[in-house]
């Protein structure tokens, strides 16, 4: 109860002006959620209460499309020009959003390394659709498995490696040359795409060693991929973005969600602090700390991927070498995609069968990404957002980057985050475990 209360409070922030419309969708939502749990489709009702009204509220709202503003530029603009040769790297892009993403930054020019962990099935969708849409756009994979801190911890020299050839393939010999001599080539854009939904609770494949006593643990396959994986990579990805001469700023893009609002604790007390660390205790293996629930847990690794990029615009800001680089979180919408695999044959058909009308398409659900990494930013030092900051709200609703924002349908959209999700004093407490947890992270078998 105290979910579908939160979620409630969600959605009449959203419904502002067009009240009826969005509340009366969602009075058809909720029955639905409760024909769902007498069916046994538990679940399936909780995908549907947490992201119809985000789909129902964009159709609703009139004139404004959540087009990306990259997309208003025609080939050979300014802001296209601008795009042309800056490298992304997208985790998890062999699929879903992060194959669209990729493949509509391959259409502005960008160099695209896709980082997964299934290299065959992502150099097949790199063939069959980046380069089939796009044929000449420069794009490779290089593997990269979130939930194994050695192939995080090693993505680094693999990464150099590629840029590096690039750089030899596609300039001038003595530029080639000169880039050659230094210590390490630059990303422009990190986007943070990867994450997992497991129905079943199920750890991790590896093993973290961690800070306390340095104890070989496993995690919630969950929190390792959507979270400390995350964190691991974007810390190494770093001194690349510090190299980065994009006129806008180097931009990591951390996807979240509206899931976030599932985890029951909506409040920023002290309190409730200490209920997410001791939440986030309890996905280590052999803690006797209480484990949420699958869906609670899911929401638990959103609200973490939120707090994270508060937490990094605020650090990117305090040190004059990062400034430069901007870290938002983004809500893709309801998107049909393949994280729905691990639903089982049956729960899978269901929910492509039922709701194509409702959620929204790949191509879409990468728009926000795409904008984020886009778009320009506020000020060339932003500093951390400040949701209740009348003049944070007014860059973000004229579609300029603001760094440590929450944004969705290609809008700034913190008045959306529950409490706590816009607390500064949780994303410490949050990151601090967190660290604790990736002091020494080594790869072992289970």
């Given at each position: 109860?105290?979910?579908?209360?939160n979620h409630?409070?969600?959605v009449?922030q959203l419904?502002e002006?067009?009240?009826?419309l969005?509340?009366?969708?969602q009075?058809?939502?909720?029955?639905?959620?409760?024909?769902?749990?007498?069916?046994t489709?538990?679940?399936?009702?909780w995908?549907?209460?947490?992201?119809s009204?985000f789909?129902?509220?964009?159709?609703?709202?009139?004139g404004?499309?959540?087009y990306?503003l990259?997309?208003?530029?025609?080939p050979?603009?300014?802001?296209a020009?601008m795009?042309?040769?800056?490298?992304?790297?997208?985790?998890?892009s062999?699929t879903?959003i992060?194959?669209?993403?990729?493949?509509?930054l391959?259409?502005f020019?960008c160099?695209?390394?896709m980082a997964c962990r299934d290299?065959a099935?992502?150099?097949?969708?790199?063939?069959?659709?980046?380069?089939?849409?796009?044929?000449g756009?420069i794009?490779?994979?290089v593997?990269?498995?979130?939930d194994?801190?050695?192939s995080?911890a090693s993505f680094?020299?693999?990464?150099?490696?590629l840029l590096?050839?690039w750089t030899?393939?596609?300039?001038t010999a003595?530029t080639a040359?000169?880039a050659?001599?230094?210590?390490?080539?630059?990303i422009?854009f990190?986007v943070?795409?990867?994450?997992?939904f497991?129905?079943a609770?199920?750890y991790?494949?590896?093993?973290?060693?961690t800070a306390?006593?340095?104890?070989?643990?496993?995690?919630?396959?969950?929190v390792a991929t959507?979270?400390?994986?995350t964190?691991?990579l974007?810390?190494l990805?770093?001194p690349?973005?510090?190299?980065?001469t994009y006129?806008?700023g180097a931009?990591?893009?951390?996807?979240a969600?509206?899931a976030?609002t599932?985890y029951p604790i909506?409040?920023?007390?002290?309190?409730?602090?200490?209920?997410?660390?001791e939440?986030?205790?309890?996905a280590v293996?052999?803690?006797?700390s209480?484990?949420p629930?699958q869906?609670n847990?899911?929401?638990?690794?959103?609200?973490?991927?939120?707090?994270y990029?508060?937490?990094?615009?605020?650090?990117?800001?305090?040190?004059?070498a990062?400034?430069h680089?901007?870290a938002?979180?983004?809500?893709?919408?309801a998107v049909?995609s393949d994280?729905?695999?691990?639903?089982?044959?049956?729960?899978?058909?269901i929910?492509?069968?039922?709701?194509?009308?409702?959620?929204?398409n790949?191509d879409e659900?990468?728009?926000?990404s795409v904008h984020c990494?886009?778009?320009?930013?506020?000020?060339?030092?932003?500093a951390?957002?400040?949701?209740?900051?009348?003049?944070?709200d007014?860059?973000?609703?004229t579609?300029l980057?603001?760094s440590g924002?929450?944004?969705?349908d290609c809008?700034?959209?913190?008045?959306?985050?529950?409490?706590?999700?816009?607390?500064?004093?949780?994303?410490?407490?949050v990151?601090k475990?967190?660290f604790?947890?990736?002091a020494?992270?080594t790869s072992?078998?289970?």
């Amino acid at each position: 109860m105290k979910l579908l209360a939160n979620h409630f409070r969600a959605v009449v922030q959203l419904a502002e002006g067009r009240a009826v419309l969005c509340l009366v969708a969602q009075g058809i939502v909720y029955v639905f959620f409760l024909a769902s749990v007498l069916a046994t489709l538990p679940v399936i009702s909780w995908f549907v209460c947490a992201f119809s009204s985000f789909r129902l509220q964009r159709r609703v709202a009139a004139g404004r499309p959540p087009y990306p503003l990259i997309r208003e530029a025609t080939p050979g603009s300014e802001h296209a020009t601008m795009l042309f040769g800056r490298v992304a790297v997208i985790t998890g892009s062999n699929t879903g959003i992060g194959l669209s993403t990729a493949t509509q930054l391959c259409g502005f020019g960008c160099r695209v390394v896709m980082a997964c962990r299934d290299v065959a099935k992502a150099k097949a969708a790199l063939d069959g659709t980046v380069r089939r849409q796009h044929p000449g756009s420069i794009a490779e994979v290089v593997l990269l498995d979130l939930d194994d801190p050695g192939s995080v911890a090693s993505f680094p020299e693999r990464l150099t490696e590629l840029l590096r050839q690039w750089t030899a393939v596609y300039t001038t010999a003595a530029t080639a040359a000169s880039a050659a001599s230094t210590s390490a080539p630059a990303i422009d854009f990190l986007v943070n795409n990867a994450g997992i939904f497991s129905a079943a609770k199920r750890y991790s494949a590896h093993r973290r060693s961690t800070a306390a006593g340095h104890m070989s643990r496993r995690h919630d396959n969950m929190v390792a991929t959507n979270h400390l994986g995350t964190v691991q990579l974007t810390s190494l990805m770093v001194p690349f973005l510090q190299r980065s001469t994009y006129i806008h700023g180097a931009r990591v893009i951390v996807v979240a969600s509206v899931a976030h609002t599932w985890y029951p604790i909506a409040n920023a007390s002290a309190g409730s602090i200490a209920a997410i660390v001791e939440a986030l205790n309890g996905a280590v293996e052999g803690d006797a700390s209480a484990r949420p629930a699958q869906p609670n847990a899911y929401g638990l690794t959103k609200l973490c991927n939120v707090l994270y990029a508060r937490w990094l615009a605020k650090e990117f800001a305090s040190k004059p070498a990062t400034r430069h680089i901007a870290a938002v979180s983004v809500h893709p919408g309801a998107v049909l995609s393949d994280i729905y695999r691990d639903f089982g044959a049956v729960g899978e058909s269901i929910m492509r069968a039922l709701l194509p009308v409702v959620f929204k398409n790949n191509d879409e659900g990468a728009w926000t990404s795409v904008h984020c990494c886009t778009a320009p930013r506020r000020t060339a030092t932003s500093a951390l957002h400040a949701p209740s900051n009348s003049t944070h709200d007014a860059a973000g609703s004229t579609g300029l980057i603001v760094s440590g924002g929450y944004y969705a349908d290609c809008q700034l959209a913190d008045e959306t985050c529950t409490p706590i999700a816009r607390s500064m004093d949780a994303a410490e407490a949050v990151m601090k475990w967190t660290f604790t947890q990736l002091a020494t992270a080594t790869s072992s078998s289970s």
